[in-house]
């Protein structure tokens, strides 16, 4: 093989990329290939017809004493999805260097520490334990914590992008290894996660605990999938560890009795919860809890083991009769399997477990670190709902509050998750590492 012919073989590696010779026997430049993840899009799909008709079922019985339209929540909900399925659409076919970039980082981040602040002070829905949660701009109403979720994803992405690059470039040095050790540190480490902690310690402060759970383990995921060194990892952790520490000490000696007891109250839902989960099972251990207070979770509880095998029929369903309050949000899957039963239950399992497999395969794929970071943040964001949810349904958890993904009623969240899983099908499409071709032996 001539040395000519080598050069060839290296260039044509990725089956993405072409490479041929020129007029005049120059080389050109590969061109790669970008290719849209159509099985990827095609579940998506199912998942948000199967939805459609899951909600249809579950909610009609509310929507129409609600409202007098049985369909009134798959209408609304329908808009929603379209909307979130074009937006999803936009997002996978942008180059991620349109995102990967300080503007966009700075932009992100600044919009999710507004929203946060703002909802705290001025949010609505706080009908339950003084919580503030939405926005109302005009007509329009959204749960700002959704916006939020998405918008760290691509704040911490984009920060560790930018310093992997600078770091390439040499510019993060200093004169000595214990201080280069904390520069590390406070680069890879706490800068990031400070930054989205104080994010979501104003969600924790709404009060909305469950997105306080699922902001912390998206982050979390980020942290572990952008390339941090494990140096920076302890030296970051402990100091992190030991600020959070000083300043909840000083605040706690710091503050009245007045405001710790209100703080506490802001949270008398969460303990109760909590001991609902504890108490079930155990009647006559908890003496504050009545059986109105489980009524929700054993009726949800009785509808699941109702369906049977291949549960009572669509629509059949007697627990979602104001038996299970708002069966279109938290306990859906409840409904949804005493009307289809286990094998209902089971497929819509395995729906879910196929969709992950679709994104696992994109994150071990991703190249680069800010690939990696958005394709593993936003799995873990739909994710993480889906097992909480299920995790609730099964009393195998407290009670969060947190809404099947792309199956629950919800404007806000179905569009956001719509947009996350937009921003992984961007990456198997711009920024996944092409299929190498096995090399044939010579004879």
């Not at 990725?14 to 050109?28: C, M, R």
């Not at 089971?346 to 992950?356: E, P």
Request: aromatic letters at 10%.
């Amino acid at each position: 093989m001539t040395g000519a012919d080598k050069d060839i073989e290296k260039l044509i590696e990725p089956v993405e990329a072409d490479a041929s010779l020129k007029p005049d026997g120059s080389l050109k430049a590969p061109v790669r290939r970008y290719h849209t993840n159509i099985p990827m899009i095609l579940a998506i799909l199912i998942m948000l017809c199967f939805g459609m008709v899951v909600l249809y079922s579950v909610s009609a019985p509310d929507a129409y004493g609600l409202y007098g339209d049985s369909a009134h929540f798959l209408k609304s909900q329908l808009g929603f999805t379209i909307a979130g399925f074009i937006a999803c659409l936009l997002v996978g076919f942008l180059p991620p260097r349109l995102f990967d970039n300080r503007f966009v980082m700075f932009g992100s981040y600044a919009v999710s520490l507004l929203l946060a602040i703002v909802t705290l002070l001025f949010g609505a829905g706080g009908a339950e334990h003084g919580a503030s949660r939405w926005l109302t701009i005009g007509s329009i109403q959204f749960q700002t914590s959704e916006v939020i979720k998405v918008a760290l994803i691509i704040s911490f992405a984009g920060w560790r992008s930018l310093v992997s690059k600078i770091r390439k470039k040499g510019r993060i040095k200093a004169k000595n290894p214990g201080s280069q050790m904390i520069i590390d540190a406070a680069i890879d480490f706490i800068i990031p996660v400070v930054m989205c902690a104080l994010v979501d310690v104003f969600i924790a402060l709404q009060p909305h605990v469950s997105c306080f759970i699922i902001i912390a383990s998206v982050i979390f995921m980020c942290a572990l999938s952008s390339e941090i060194p494990i140096k920076s990892w302890i030296v970051g952790g402990l100091i992190t560890l030991l600020i959070g520490a000083i300043i909840l000490t000083i605040g706690l000696a710091v503050a009245p009795a007045s405001t710790r007891d209100r703080f506490m109250n802001n949270y008398a839902h969460v303990f109760k919860r909590i001991a609902i989960y504890n108490a079930e099972g155990e009647e006559g251990e908890e003496e504050d809890i009545t059986s109105d207070d489980t009524r929700q979770v054993d009726n949800a509880m009785n509808a699941l083991g109702s369906g049977g095998m291949w549960g009572v029929g669509i629509g059949n369903s007697r627990a979602k009769y104001n038996y299970v309050s708002e069966a279109q949000n938290d306990y859906i899957f409840s409904i949804y399997v005493e009307e289809t039963g286990f094998v209902g239950g089971l497929i819509l399992i395995l729906l879910y477990v196929g969709l992950f497999c679709m994104c696992m395969t994109v994150i071990w794929r991703a190249d680069g670190v800010y690939a990696r970071t958005v394709a593993t943040g936003c799995t873990t964001l739909i994710f993480v709902e889906v097992f909480m949810n299920l995790a609730v349904e099964l009393q195998v958890i407290p009670s969060t509050g947190v809404t099947l993904p792309f199956m629950s009623y919800g404007g806000t969240a179905q569009i956001s998750l719509l947009i996350a899983y937009g921003f992984i099908l961007q990456i198997s499409r711009y920024a996944t590492k092409p299929k190498q071709i096995k090399e044939e032996k010579s004879a």
